[in-house]
């Protein structure tokens, strides 16, 4: 591999990078992304490679905005520990409960799915410092737990005849100051999950998305290794 094609290829992983990480902060639609990523992957010019990120804003800018909301990549918005309330229930008999949107979680919460599900989604949670706690039984149904990619989570369960589901987007160097989500708890013949999306992102989308970034990461080595 020549000098300048080494250079190109290292470019190239630096861009790719750069427009995944613009696609997961709404950047950019699906369509566009799948187009830059072509362009990165076939070209073999450093300005080529270059101009797919010109118009789009600096890593430090989206920084600065994501502090704002937990918008997509963004941080978790914490709560003073005052706002935040000891404990919450959560029952769903033969039917269904959820928490979504802008709320706030207790710092100890139960869900019960009993022949019937609850959803709790904290994608645009609000959670008080520390570590915020989610207790799940589920028997006959189900509870699906929804949290965006930099949320730090820690799972601890058990299935009987059933399925305790753990989907993680680790977390690099957490900070100690991070809040943590800690979910445990039993499924007897009924299933639990913790799922990683992006605000506004239906499971649909969700697999679509990873799919496009696995495809990418693999592209990108295999041009490398090439």
Not at 18 to 46: G, I
Not at 55 to 82: C, F, I, N, Q, Y
Not at 126 to 132: D, E, I, K, N, S
């Amino acid at each position: 591999m020549s000098e300048n094609s080494g250079g190109v290829g290292e470019r190239s992983e630096q861009v790719v990078e750069d427009l995944m990480e613009h696609f997961a902060n709404d950047v950019m639609d699906l369509t566009e992304f799948e187009r830059r990523l072509d362009v990165a992957h076939s070209s073999n010019s450093l300005e080529e490679l270059n101009a797919l990120l010109t118009d789009l804003p600096t890593s430090g800018a989206l920084v600065r905005s994501s502090k704002l909301t937990p918008a997509r990549g963004g941080s978790v918005v914490v709560v003073p520990s005052e706002d935040v309330r000891d404990h919450s229930l959560m029952i769903a008999v033969c039917g269904g409960t959820s928490r979504k949107g802008r709320w706030v979680p207790a710092r100890k919460n139960t869900a019960i799915g009993i022949m019937g599900g609850v959803e709790l989604d904290f994608r645009d949670a609000m959670l008080g410092p520390g570590v915020t706690e989610v207790y799940v039984f589920a028997c006959m149904g189900g509870v699906e737990i929804i949290v965006p990619p930099e949320m730090a989570v820690e799972v601890d369960g058990m299935a009987i005849m059933g399925a305790f589901e753990n989907e993680s987007d680790t977390v690099l160097n957490r900070s100690p100051d991070q809040p943590l989500l800690r979910v445990k708890g039993v499924v007897v013949l009924g299933g639990a999950e913790i799922a990683v999306r992006l605000p506004g992102e239906s499971a649909r989308d969700a697999k679509k998305r990873k799919r496009l970034e696995r495809r990418a990461l693999r592209e990108l080595k295999s041009d490398w290794d090439g």
